[in-house]
């Protein structure tokens, strides 16, 4: 997070348009300056560094999932008892820590929220996570779980520079604490203002450090959920490549016992 300009998210989009209409004149910015206007408005996002393969990462982030965003953001496509397998988890301590309002093991991950209800308190419904890993990418979500910063004029006291005029309240801002974010006229973008860099209003619970462990677990846990199936793919696959190579030391020996007595 050094200062310099790691984002050129413009100050000029986080007035008080709402979403959807910003979301629009940015498509319109985009398609009528074309590579510049691309280019200015798009965020620097930082490496997640996660791993799915790390079950530990993804069981906390599977607690946090269910603590700070499916109040807010389903995952339709995930199943709890399919969770308790690929987490490595009893069915027990599923339902003890990851199941709070009496669903059964075969559900899926929902919320009660209505989608009109939602419209009416955020502006727009909060998106289903089942995966949003793989259409925006781990190190967007990364990015943007870690860029919120104090906004007095907006509806939920913050924005965020990686989705400027962002309709999510900052959920994590306990752990966090909260930031301030600092704009500098940039000479290079004709004075335009950009972000510079954090500067922390308010501590926390947790470091700095601590805290994007916390983001990489949930993010981890997204990644996961995208794409359930990945851990077994690669698992299989060096299973087939292990059987590829005895087959290869029973052919090169097969060939040298049929061609002992030709040579
Ligand atoms: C209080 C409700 C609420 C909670 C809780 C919440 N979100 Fe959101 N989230 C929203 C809303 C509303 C949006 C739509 C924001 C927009 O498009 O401006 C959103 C959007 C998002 C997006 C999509 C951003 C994009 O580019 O479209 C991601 C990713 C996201 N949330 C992740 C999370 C994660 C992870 C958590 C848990 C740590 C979480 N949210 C908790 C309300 C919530």
Redesign the pocket.
């Known amino acids: 997070m050094s200062g310099g300009a790691r984002w050129r998210a413009s100050r000029a989009a986080a007035s008080g348009r709402s979403?959807r209409a910003a979301g629009f004149l940015t498509v319109l910015a985009v398609s009528m300056l074309a590579g510049v206007a691309s280019a200015q408005e798009e965020a620097e996002l930082d490496p997640a560094g996660n791993d799915v393969a790390d079950t530990a990462s993804l069981q906390r982030g599977a607690r946090?999932?269910v603590n700070?965003?499916l109040?807010?953001?389903s995952a339709q496509y995930v199943r709890y008892n399919r969770l308790a397998e690929d987490l490595q988890l009893t069915e027990d301590l599923v339902v003890q820590n990851l199941m709070f309002t009496g669903e059964q093991p075969f559900d899926t991950m929902t919320n009660s929220m209505r989608p009109e209800d939602?419209v009416r308190w955020?502006g727009?419904?909060?998106?289903d996570?089942s995966l949003?890993a793989r259409s925006?990418g781990t190190d967007?979500?990364y990015t943007?779980?870690r860029s919120f910063y104090q906004a007095p004029s907006s509806l939920t006291g913050v924005d965020n520079v990686v989705?400027p005029?962002?309709?999510?309240?900052h959920?994590?801002w306990e752990l966090q604490g909260i930031n301030r974010a600092v704009f500098e006229a940039d000479e290079a973008h004709d004075g335009e203002e950009v972000f510079r860099r954090f500067e922390q209003v308010s501590a926390g619970q947790l470091t700095p450090q601590q805290y994007d462990q916390v983001v990489r677990d949930?993010v981890n846990f997204?990644d996961y959920i995208g794409d359930p199936t990945q851990l077994a793919r690669e698992a299989l696959g060096i299973r087939v490549i292990g059987i590829l190579l005895v087959f290869l030391v029973i052919a090169w020996l097969l060939k040298r016992e049929i061609w002992k007595d030709v040579t």
Not at 165 to 169: D, F, H, I, V
């Open positions: 979403p946090y999932y700070y965003c109040g807010c953001h939602a955020f727009i419904a909060p998106p996570l949003i925006r967007y979500v943007y779980l989705l005029n962002t309709a999510m309240p959920v994590l949930i997204l």
